[in-house]
């Protein structure tokens, strides 16, 4: 397949590089003037898409998505394949779909989990939102870049399940952290705390998987001085995706915005920025009750 590929940063260099090593004609275009390996450069996004079965993205945010989209979709060719994989907010996922649509395109939103490392090592996992002929000519290229891939739903239902997971994932890192901060205070000991916590119904993917206590559980970033992993802000960036899609949607979702406003707290005005998301853990061992 001729691939178009907009966004050669952290994440989409090493997907660009698996999709031309996979032997794809990838044409690539980044502001920042990055490339990919195996990837040929373009001198703009219509450049990179001119001809191209598939137009693959990976940007920063919605507003970007837009501009993009924008940019690129009145130069693809009908029947071609539009497919964002950054994390941005579902109102801009749907909206730049439905541009696609409109222009006689097929288009995915399939955001990913698993991060850098999961991008370089091809085993990423892809939540999927668009029609069944969307998905099904996306597949190929999920199972190139990926080791799983979900289709959730229509448009926009791929960044739904990203945010809610996230979500999830944020307000239970909290309460993880929090707990093991307890627990010091308590004199419970952290290895205890573990053994009980990940095999009662405490346990969670936080504790058992990425337990934020170092020495404690598997290896995890609190074992690396809480090196990201998956960086507080950019959990702080999906917490706030997840809380304006709340409004957007009109569900009420308290835990989600206490979730937001620590880790905002964290990232803009403690040492949390550039830490890993697990940090919480050293925040709330030196504070006290009030
Ligand atoms: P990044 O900042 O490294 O890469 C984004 C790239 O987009 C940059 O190279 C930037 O120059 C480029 N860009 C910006 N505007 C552009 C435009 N108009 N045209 C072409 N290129 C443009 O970010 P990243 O870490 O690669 O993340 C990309 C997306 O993936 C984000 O939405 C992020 O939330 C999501 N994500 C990241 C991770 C992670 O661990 N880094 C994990 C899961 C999801």
């Given amino acids: 397949m001729k691939i178009g590929f907009i966004g050669l940063g952290n994440m989409g260099a090493p997907m660009a590089a698996n999709l031309a090593a996979a032997g794809h004609d990838v044409v690539g275009f980044d502001v920042a003037g990055t490339t ?64 696609a649509e409109n222009a006689g395109l097929l288009s995915v939103d399939a955001p990913v989990s698993g991060g850098i490392g999961g991008a370089s090592a091809g085993t990423l996992t892809f939540m999927a939102g668009g029609s069944a002929d969307a998905f099904a000519k996306a597949a190929p290229l999920f199972d190139i870049m990926g080791q799983k891939a979900v289709h959730c739903g229509d448009a926009g239902a791929g960044q739904a399940a990203k945010i809610c997971n996230n979500m999830i994932l944020g307000a239970t890192m909290i309460a993880t952290c929090e707990a093991f901060a307890l627990a010091d205070k308590l004199s419970l000991d952290r290895q205890k705390m573990f053994d009980v916590v990940s095999t009662s119904s405490g346990y969670s993917w936080t504790m058992n998987a990425y337990c934020p206590a170092p020495g404690v559980g598997p290896s995890s970033p609190a074992d690396n001085d809480y090196t990201p992993g998956f960086a507080a802000e950019l959990m702080l960036k999906d917490l706030g995706l997840s809380q ?12 989600g915005a206490l979730a937001l406003a620590l880790y905002k707290q964290f990232v803009e005005n403690e040492d949390g920025l550039g830490k890993d998301f697990s940090a919480m853990l050293p925040r709330f061992e030196k504070r006290g009750a009030n």
């Fill in 36 to 99: 990919a390996k195996g990837v040929r450069v373009a001198c703009d996004i219509a450049a990179a898409v001119d001809g191209a079965d598939v137009v693959t993205s990976m940007l920063p945010n919605g507003a970007i998505l837009r501009q993009v989209g924008e940019q690129a979709i009145p130069h693809m060719t009908p029947g071609a394949l539009f497919m964002d994989c950054s994390t941005v907010d579902v109102d801009s996922a749907r909206d730049v779909a439905k541009a």
């Fill in 244 to 255: 304006q899609a709340a409004r957007s949607a009109d569900a009420d979702t308290p835990m």
